[in-house]
């Protein structure tokens, strides 16, 4: 327990630091942006013709601007603490509210997606764990160092053109039932897939060289039998902690890949924000994507430790 | 770096990339011609690797974008490699205070993912090429660091830099005898696998919009601007992609094994 509080704990403070982080960049970026910030708020209130030095004193004097920079980024980060994070310059929505909506259709994405992932890279990687040196470990050696060398973004290109166009089976893009989300979660799960099934495999031929495994096979459990009881668990450990590093690249391919099929999530948003300098929105972006990022890597951590029971006996 | 298959091959496939970004200029076409009397043709004639939507020559357009490629991606290495092993050699020759800072500011880095750090980066500026390099470096010095400063300190810890300590050599000579030898390789290998993030990296931003703008010839927005064609020229929106994989596998086979 004490080690899984102490793991816990270090995730909290992870938390802080991409708050911290996200929080800082972007009370910079409204700093660096050219020209006096009061005027340019002012004339998004009034209109650019009816704004002049007396208004932008006036907002000056409102939002506090002309206090030192010290203390608005104390303000700033009290904000972020009550999760005020303002409304967008772009749609005037409550930013909060817009997150909301958008966390829900990530959530739905990565959770495919990671899904989809285990059933397609460990089952495979397994495979050529049991015979190593086989005809399918080579080929399976080959097909994912190919995978790993080719970006999520061109993986979904080839889908989209393939299933959607060509086949048309799935559609290309969009939110509504199943359907529209097979093909994003598909192209993140084929790249999380490529480094999970060698792991998998790395893991099964070790447990199968093991000599817990030898006993079980000698006292007469059968090929399938031995490994349901006494392969299964023990290779998925290293899986399952292999998958917190995989989270980087889940979070980095949703970015990518929601803006390729039009779903309407995190990472999209975030590309729109950035294009559209909308730093409010940015900014929440950015911190939920890193919160996700913390909070799944906190569940993959869980997860490790409820597998294993030398963990929980520590 | 010992000579292995994998590694020639990957050192052949960058070399043939590479060798096609430096001669095609000999064909001698601009990448930012446009001719819309002649978009989207099929390769022949004028036009050895065909034409995009408006014209422009794909042979000199995908070898410019290999020269932008390659260029970033070296400079970008180089700019997380540079500060990223130095700071780690110094944290692991200094100890104390200096190497708590460091691992600090490095799990700092960590915290957020290495593209949505890259992505807010770029949001001071979007569509420059300074605060993608910027980003790139601040994501990619952490590998640097770590994997200099773990082999530094232990090897720091063997006997034989204690007795070389004792015999009176100083720094330079353990850092040059014992510790270079040793973490040269493992640099050499994290360049590669940098480098092939850059190069991902720099499409995958293009491709979105948030990094280099049209008309600049890059793989990743060139396969943005051919999307929509890809019935009639399917070759067009295949060959950058198949470059970028070419690239990556090649730096990726360079680095030799992977580093699961």
């Known amino acids: 327990m004490g080690t899984l509080i102490r793991t816990l704990g270090g995730r909290a403070a992870q938390a802080v630091l991409v708050a911290l982080l996200v929080g800082t960049a972007c009370f910079l970026m409204v700093r660096v942006l050219p020209g006096d910030m009061a005027y340019r708020i002012a004339a998004s209130r009034f209109g650019y013709d009816m704004v002049d030095s007396a208004a932008a004193e006036a907002v000056r004097q409102e939002l506090g601007l002309d206090r030192p920079w010290f203390i608005q980024l104390g303000a700033w980060f009290a904000d972020l603490a009550r999760f005020d994070l303002g409304t967008s310059l772009a749609s005037g929505e409550e930013v909060v509210d817009a997150l909301a909506v958008q966390l829900g259709h990530t959530l739905l994405l990565s959770v495919s997606a990671l899904a989809l992932s285990l059933l397609i890279g460990p089952p495979l990687g397994a495979l050529a764990g049991l015979r190593q040196g086989g005809w399918w470990d080579g080929a399976l050696l080959a097909l994912s160092a190919a995978l790993r060398a080719v970006p999520a973004f061109v993986i979904g290109v080839a889908l989209m053109i393939w299933l959607a166009v060509e086949w048309e089976w799935l559609p290309a893009g969009g939110v509504g039932g199943w359907r529209e989300v097979v093909l994003p979660a598909l192209t993140l799960a084929l790249g999380l897939a490529a480094a999970s099934s060698r792991v998998a495999r790395d893991a099964v031929g070790a447990v199968v060289a093991s000599p817990f495994f030898g006993f079980a096979r000698m006292k007469g459990l059968g090929d399938a039998a031995a490994f349901r009881r006494h392969g299964v668990r023990n290779a998925a450990i290293p899986v399952v902690a292999y998958l917190g590093l995989q989270l980087v690249v889940l979070i980095e391919g949703m970015v990518v890949v929601e803006s390729l099929f039009a779903w309407p999530g995190i990472g999209h948003a975030l590309v729109h924000a950035v294009l559209g300098r909308d730093i409010p929105m940015v900014q929440g972006t950015a911190l939920v994507m890193g919160l996700l990022f913390v909070t799944l890597n906190a569940l993959t951590d869980l997860a490790c430790w409820l597998l294993d029971p030398r963990r929980r006996a520590q | ?260």
Do not use: C
């Not at chain 2, 052949?12 to 043709?41: E, I, R, T, W």
């Not at chain 2, 944290?91 to 708590?100: F, N, P, S, V």
């Not at chain 2, 082999?151 to 005898?177: D, M, N, Y």
């Not at chain 2, 793989?219 to 929509?228: I, K, N, Q, R």
């Open chain 2, 1 to 260: 770096m010992t000579l292995s298959p994998k590694r020639l091959l990957g050192g052949l496939l960058l070399a043939a990339v590479a060798g096609f970004a430096l001669l095609a200029p000999l064909h001698g076409a601009d990448p930012l011609k446009q001719n819309l009397s002649d978009a989207l043709l099929p390769p022949g004639g004028a036009y050895p690797l065909g034409t995009d939507h408006l014209g422009r020559d794909l042979l000199a357009r995908l070898a410019a974008g290999a020269r932008l490629s390659f260029g970033f991606a070296l400079l970008a290495a180089m700019a997380a490699a540079l500060p990223g092993t130095l700071l780690g050699l110094l944290a692991a020759l200094h100890g104390g205070w200096l190497e708590r800072l460091l691992l600090g500011l490095a799990d700092a880095v960590q915290a957020l993912p290495a593209l949505l750090l890259v992505v807010l980066v770029t949001a001071f500026a979007p569509g420059d090429f300074l605060p993608l390099y910027l980003g790139i470096a601040l994501a990619l010095w952490v590998e640097f660091f770590r994997i200099s400063r773990n082999t530094a300190a232990s090897i720091l810890a063997r006997p034989q830099v204690e007795a070389a300590r004792l015999l009176g050599f100083g720094t330079g000579h353990i850092l040059r005898r014992h510790l270079w030898p040793e973490v040269a390789p493992l640099i050499a290998t994290l360049f590669a696998f940098a480098a092939g993030t850059a190069v991902t990296t720099i499409a995958a931003l293009a491709f979105v919009g948030v990094g280099a703008r049209p008309p600049i010839p890059e793989w990743g927005s060139m396969m943005t601007e051919l999307l929509p064609y890809y019935a009639e020229a399917p070759l067009a929106l295949l060959l950058p992609g198949l470059l970028i994989f070419l690239t990556v596998l090649g730096l990726h086979l360079l680095a030799g094994r992977g580093r699961a």
